[in-house]
């Protein structure tokens, strides 16, 4: 199960580096010497323009396998598990994270139901999971994103893209994650439903101490939850704060400040 984990924080990344394999060989460094640590029951935002590393930081965290991606140096312990050397922890790594990959609503099997789909993290695992008991966690969260009961037989090409998107949510939440990672979650999302996804967050956040970890450049969103602040470019960490607009900005990067006008 890996080290212990700390009591007190969910994520502790330490000089974290990360490297991106190139189509004709070679690498290139995509986080470069990140280091934060998230308390259990508190988020993290991490914003920076296109190209920054934000979407490789949250995918090494979340767990998720991608062969091109890989960790070059210092490490992450996620509940005490390293994303470097997980070994065995590796699959009680993606049951602990929540990952809402980036564009996951344009993503969903078009073979499976939404039923199916939010279903898959669960069923995926234990092939003998109690169905009823299950219909229920999914109705349940269907309720929850403002979608209609309806959906659960529905295919996601029959879906609005801010539907399909409320159902990539809804799956990343299924198994009530001690850590959520989300890349550009509140895509295609209006006003009213994207409060009920922040409202999702952050009550689980209060009832059970999940952490959250949030790729976006919005910043209405993160006033919202209240989230501490993190500011990527080419791969550094130029800026950190407790909230959008208590940021410290490394020497020289005041410059990027644009990104917290909304």
Known sequence: MGRPKDPEVAIRCVDLSISRAGRLGGSQRVIDGVS?????????????????GKSSLARVLSGTREEALSVAGGDAEVEGISVRRPGRSHRVLTYLTGYLQQSAGA????????????????????RNVNSRALAVRVATLLDELLLPLGCATKYPYELSAGMRQRVAFARALVLQPRIFI????????????????IDAIAQRQ??????????????????????NVMVLRAGHTIGFGPGVDHVEWTPGEESERKLLVP
């Open 36 to 52: 934060f640590a998230l308390p259990h029951g508190q988020a993290i935002a991490v914003m920076g323009p296109t190209g920054s």
């Open 206 to 227: 209060h009832d059970y101490g999940m952490s959250s970890v949030i790729v976006t450049n919005d910043v209405d969103v993160l006033r919202q939850l209240e989230t």
């Open 182 to 197: 989300a890349d550009n979650p509140f895509a295609n999302m209006d006003i009213e439903v994207r409060k009920t996804a």
């Open 107 to 126: 993503r969903l099997p078009a073979r499976q139901t939404v039923s199916e789909v939010i279903s898959d993290p669960i069923t995926s695992r234990d």
